[in-house]
Every structure is written in C-alpha cells, then in structure tokens.
C-alpha cells in the first residue's frame, strides 16, 4: 500500500536498526565511503608533491585505478558465488592495502601498480555490498534500504573529502593515505 514518504524513510530506518546485518552494512560502508573518499580531493597533489609527476603522469595514475576498477568488474563476474562477506572483506583488504602502498610508493610505477590492485577491490566492494544488502533485506525494504545506501554514498564522500584536507594540512598526501590505508585495514 501506498505511505507518505516520510512513514517509508522511518520505516526503512526502523528495519535497519533492528536488522544486525543491514545495520552493519550501512554503518560500514559509511565509513568505508569517508576512508575511500578522503584521498580524492588530495590525488593531484600527491601525484604532483609526492611522486614529482607530470599533468600525464597524473592522468596515468587516475587511469590505473580505472583499469583496476575493470578488471576488479571482470573477476566479480568470477567469484560472485563465493560468500558476499567474503568478497566484502577481501575487497575492501584490497583497497586498504593499495592506499597504504600508496603512502610509500616512491615512484609513478609503483603507484600506477597498486592502484590497479586497489581498483580491483573497488570494483568488487560495492557490488559486494549491495547484493549482501539485498540478500538480507525482504523484498518490501528492498527499495528503502537501497535508498538509505544511495543516501550514505552521496553524503559521505563530503566528509572525507574534508578530512583529506585536513591531514593534508597537518601533513602530507602521504599522511592521508596512510590514515586511509590504515582505517580501511581496521574497518
């Protein structure tokens, strides 16, 4: 039946407060999303500060990741019947393992190499976790959940776009990869 919008948005809210999984989920890939997005803002100036690159070298780096996200596309094609936990873990590993090589990768190759192993992950977690979310949400909160995890991936990156800023400010390109790097390896 029809409801006002505002009784479906408490209503999806109250489902994933009470639901572990779904609530695990949304409030993971929330801070995933703060941790991923926190080095955007900062690329160009650790490809330019920290690896002494070109305008090219950047765009290479940038197409790196994009390549990964591909081939990251590809393998999930592979592995999608391996448990969707898994393939989160695993996938969200990558990513934090590539932000921490990142943070000490001397050279535009190396970094170019991690970043297609990170953009692999990239291209796992999210599909990951979206199937996982609907996996454990009944289909009549399917459209609602799925509107809360739209809701976090546009309202996160805002906040890890500032706090990249502000480990910039108080160190480096380098310090916002390690602390993305290391958040991620925890989270």
């Known amino acids: 039946e029809r409801e006002p919008w505002g ?5 999806g809210i109250r489902f994933a407060r009470g639901h572990s999984l779904v609530r695990l989920l949304l409030v993971g ?9 926190l080095v955007i803002p900062i690329e160009v100036i650790y490809a330019k500060e920290s690896l002494g690159t070109s305008d090219a070298g950047f765009g290479i780096l940038l197409a790196s990741w994009g390549a990964g996200i591909v081939v990251g596309s590809l393998v999930y094609l592979l592995v999608k019947h391996r448990a969707t936990l898994t393939l989160i873990i695993v996938s969200t590993a990558l990513i934090g393992v590539a932000y921490l090589g990142l943070a000490t990768a001397e050279t535009l190759l190396v970094a170019c190499l991690v970043s297609i192993v990170g953009g692999a992950g990239n291209g796992v977690q999210w599909i990951a976790v979206m199937t996982a979310l609907q996996e454990a949400t009944p289909a009549d909160y399917q459209a609602r959940i799925v509107g809360l995890l739209e809701s976090v991936a546009a309202a996160m990156p805002g906040v890890g776009f ?11 390109p380098r310090t916002a ?8 390896m925890v989270l």
Do not use: K
Not at 7 to 11: D, E, H, K, P, T
């Open 7 to 11: 009784q479906r948005l408490a209503a």
């Open 29 to 37: 890939q929330a801070v995933a999303l703060i941790l991923f997005t």
């Open 162 to 172: 500032l706090l990249g800023g502000l480990l910039v400010a108080i160190g480096s």
């Open 177 to 184: 990869y390690a602390f993305a790097g290391a958040g991620v």
